[in-house]
């Protein structure tokens, strides 16, 4: 701290804050046009004069620092002839209609006006210096109206310094100046992914949305896409969602929103949203009532055998709707016959870091990313699937951070790589163990940590035999010098952070791929402490939270086993019934086993497996033949076509309730607008059902009575209350209402009963399906910016459909000149499973022999050409590797 004088009066500062900064914390007005709390002072506006005693002149107080016994004036005479003159070239090349700006009463230009002041007089006798330029309005969230524009550069510095995307700049010189993309493009044309972080940050009117509606309330809660959970406040007029802005005192985002999260509310309101019951009488859907609704379900589901019955929970719903779906289906129906998408996405991840460390979780925080040394991110598409830690990446990077990037693909986070490694598809543990191959070969690794809190060493390092360099480089197609200097810069410039995702996974050895990461981490020392450790970085809101309730065959709230007795025993006794003993059938399991007629029923609740299940063609045989189907979801999806009965769900801006984020985050959901029609609760409904089978225990009132019943159950939740997280959420485990939750796992001890850490020997196993010369191309799946999952909200927003409406196949183009195929024609691509119509997009981002394809897009079911091929331990389908052919339509 240090002491200054700000106009006569006395006060104790932060030594590394500037003059402004510091009037500002003390509530002492100085004007300003160009600052902004996070970006760098750049001092354009000239605005912020002062003068200070014993110098000459005055200074901007937005980029000079405070200093002991400083004495500061931030008015006289001259300041004031400074900042009219300032002012008045400004508006004189400033548009003048108030009254009808978007920004009337909330611009910054008309409080430093009122401020300051402006000679009518004067100002008539300036000449304007800019011609007319008129409006961007490309983009569908936003315009730019270059007429209302004082340069002050802030959406400049915040497309750099925030979102490090670069699309907007100073365009053209002297008086011709203006705010442009590259090449003066329109705003869509150009690089610019729509976050709307620099309108929200303009301080006059020449950035505004184009949704003009001022809300009435707002409410805070969480938001509905990607793992990261970031906090929000949803503006709500009447009964609709109008706008959303980021919540600046989250810790997870700090106000920052993507696209979807600023945006991607609309499908809330959409009129196509289900407001009634329907029953599928005589092949065509009726409206019905929940009475009617109810009855029919009650007698189907209380006909069965526990084993011809199953459940699809949901990543998409709160914890406490988990919860208690996954009860009704245990003490209710009889059955661990219940999972849900996480099976498709990190079961490889539970199942491959309980073994190694005991927890199958994030072992750190978001927060702590910009304070990592390194950041090896491999199989993760982290700006566009999980944009928040993208940014987190990209402002750890500013402070010195090294990155290295492994994907088949070229990704945008290359861009910011020290090191890109671009791997053959399917050859992540040849490329992990040669790195750490040559870790151990130049004595890199962490013989402390090895020796006091690891089991294992000596197999897994008679393992490592099969993979020298000229191995690895052979297999992985990664030059062996990349391979070195990536080992080196990870094993040595630590905390080294590792992140994955899906690109490691959705493998059929995707249990061994996760095992080669944790190896990599112990190996080096890199766990146990801040800004290191595993992060896998789970795709959907509350894919998390839906593991943690128990959304999976094996396992009950909390990660118990269901074939541990005493655990069996402990939940008996809480809900009040006998259990089953054995763990349940996987999501892919349960659609063979409909196939094959053994399972008759399906409750499915806010899952579209139909485009997003490996082999799609299959799970619509097993669809058609199944006995009694109920869906239960916001919208009519493409899955919920072949149900019997539809049940209209309440979206997450209808409800109260959790989600668990990607780094083991509770945080609270909250209810702002009121459902459409008769639609309810997905908690409320499995609660009726249970209640009209006559089951006990499903007699809830609300959402704290479920986490109440939570706490009593699964210990990792145990100090977790809606009353504690009321501002802020936990992380788990948090056992007890006075532990403070757990910012980081695994800093003394494992989660493995031993409580060491195991290292284990891997060999290298070849995806299931290469190419070869019928089907040469390898087909590999990958994420968009602007859709989730399988579009059923994002393609109700009309903006993002605009933004990315149509599936395109990504191919190189040496594989484009050599299959005689021209950018943006329409081909047909074939596996040995199906086929798909679709519009080809030649870039350089997938290799020679690689070919790229999302899953969001109905009219392009990608998912009925991958093969479901299994990891045997986790049971997920290998969707990121199997060939193809591309023929010419």
């Known amino acids: ?87 008045e070239l400004i508006h004189v090349n400033h548009t003048q209609d108030c009254t009808n700006c978007s920004q009337n009463s909330s611009c910054q230009l008309q409080e430093v006006t009122a401020y300051v002041g402006v000679d009518e007089e004067r100002l008539s006798r300036l000449r304007r210096t800019k011609q007319k330029i008129g409006k961007d309005d490309s983009n569908p969230f936003f315009t730019l109206d270059h007429d209302k524009c004082i340069m002050c550069g802030i959406c400049v510095r915040t497309c750099d310094e925030v979102q490090g995307v670069n699309a907007l700049d100073y365009g053209y010189r002297g008086f011709d100046t203006i705010i442009s993309t590259f090449s003066n493009r329109t705003i869509k044309e150009s690089v610019c992914e729509s976050c709307g972080e620099c309108v929200v940050r303009c301080p006059v009117g020449a950035l505004t949305f184009k949704e003009t509606r001022k809300p009435t309330t707002e409410v805070k809660t969480v938001c509905t896409y990607c793992g990261v959970g970031c906090n929000m406040y949803l503006g709500v007029r009447g009964n609709e969602i109008v706008s959303a802005r980021g919540d600046r005192d989250s810790i997870v985002n700090k106000g ?27 092949g065509t859907f009726v409206e019905s009532t929940w009475e009617e609704a109810f009855s029919i379900i009650v007698e189907k589901f209380s006909s069965l055998e526990s084993k011809q019955f199953a459940s699809l929970t949901s990543a998409k719903v709160t914890n406490e709707d988990n919860y208690v ?67 987190h990446f990209k402002e750890a990077k500013r402070k010195g951070a090294k990155i290295i990037v492994a994907n088949p693909k070229e990704i945008d986070l290359c861009r910011f790589a020290d090191v890109f490694m671009q791997q053959y598809p399917g050859t992540d543990v040849v490329l992990l163990m040669g790195m750490m191959k040559v870790i151990l070969d130049e004595n890199l690794q962490d013989e402390e940590f090895i020796k006091a809190r690891t089991e294992g060493y000596d197999e897994f390092v008679d393992s490592l035999v099969d993979f020298d360099l000229e191995t690895t480089e052979k297999i992985t197609g990664v030059p062996k010098e990349k391979i070195i200097e990536a080992a080196r810069i990870y094993a040595t410039n630590k905390p080294s952070s590792l992140v994955y995702a899906m690109g490691i996974t959705q493998h059929s050895h995707g ?62 006794e809480h809900w009040e019934t006998k259990l089953d003993p054995k763990a349940g059938l996987t999501h892919t399991e349960i659609f063979d086993e409909i196939e094959k007629g053994n399972i008759k029923a399906l409750y499915q609740v806010g899952e579209n497996p139909i485009l997003s299940e490996a082999d799609s063609n299959h799970v619509k045989r097993a669809l058609d033949n199944l ?127 031993n409580g060491l850490g195991k290292l284990f020997p891997l060999t290298y196993k070849a995806s299931v399906e290469l190419p070869d010369s019928e089907y040469p191309l390898l087909l590999t799946t990958d994420r968009s910016l602007y859709h989730y999952h399988t ?99």
């Open 1 to 87: 701290m240090v002491n200054i004088n700000i106009n006569g009066k006395k006060f104790a500062v932060n030594i590394d804050q500037t003059i402004l900064e510091a009037a500002i914390e003390n509530n002492i007005y100085i004007p300003a046009l160009c600052h902004h709390p996070d970006l760098i002072p750049s001092g354009n506006c000239r605005m912020c004069m002062v003068e200070i005693e014993g110098r000459r002149g005055q200074i901007i107080a937005c980029k000079t620092p405070v200093e002991e016994g400083m004495i500061v004036r931030t008015e006289s005479q001259d300041i004031s002839l400074i900042r009219q003159t300032t002012l």
């Open 256 to 282: 920052r929103l993507c696209v979807k999260g600023r945006f991607g509310f609309e499908f809330v309101n959409h009129d196509e949203r289900l407001k009634v019951p329907l029953i599928k009488k005589n």
């Open 325 to 391: 779906i996954q009860k009704f289906a245990r003490a209710v129906m009889g059955t661990n016959n219940i999972d849900h998408c996480a099976r498709l996405c990190h079961a490889p991840t539970v199942a491959g870091l309980v073994q190694s460390l005991g927890s199958g979780a994030m072992t750190n925080s978001i927060d702590e990313f910009t304070d990592s040394q390194t950041i090896f991110s491999i199989g993760s598409n982290t700006t566009a699937a999980h944009p928040i830690i993208g940014l």
């Open 511 to 572: 249990t061994d791929n996760v095992l080669a990461t944790s190896n990599l981490a112990m190996l080096t020392g890199n766990i146990g402490k801040e800004s290191a450790g595993i992060n896998p970085l789970r795709g959907q809101n509350n894919v998390q939270g839906a593991c943690d309730m128990g959304g999976l065959p094996d396992v009950y709230p909390g990660y118990q086993k269901v074939d541990k007795p005493w655990v069996k025993e402990k939940f008996e």
């Open 627 to 753: 006995d009694f189907f109920v869906v239960q979801d916001i919208f009519m999806t493409e899955s919920s076509r072949y149900a019997d009965i539809v049940l209209p769900a309440a979206s997450f801006a209808e409800k109260d309730g959790t989600f668990t984020n990607t780094e083991r985050r509770v945080q609270r959901v909250r209810k702002a607008v009121t459902s459409p029609g008769d639609a309810k609760c997905d908690w409320w409904i499995a609660s009726e059902i249970a209640r009209r089978m006559g089951a006990k225990g499903f007699d809830y009132n609300s959402p704290s009575d479920i986490m109440n019943e939570i706490n009593k159950v699964a210990p990792i939740y145990g100090g977790i209350t809606f009353e504690r997280i009321e501002n802020e959420g936990l992380q788990w485990p948090c056992p007890t209402t006075d532990h403070p939750g757990t910012k980081f796992l695994h800093s003394e001890k494992f989660t493995r009963p």
């Open 791 to 889: 579009s059923t909200m994002t393609r109700r927003v009309k903006g993002l459909e605009i933004l990315d409406g149509e599936e395109l196949l990504k191919v190189n183009s040496e594989d484009a000149q050599q299959m005689n195929i021209k950018n943006g024609e329409y081909v047909t691509v074939r596996s040995r499973r199906g086929d798909v119509k679709v519009k080809v997009l030649i870039t350089h981002i997938v290799p020679k022999g690689v070919a790229s394809l999302t899953f969001h897009f109905h009219e392009t079911p990608t998912n009925e050409l991958t093969i479901c091929a299994l990891d045997p331990v986790a049971k997920i389908p290998e969707t990121k590797v199997c060939s193809i052919k591309v023929e010419k339509m």
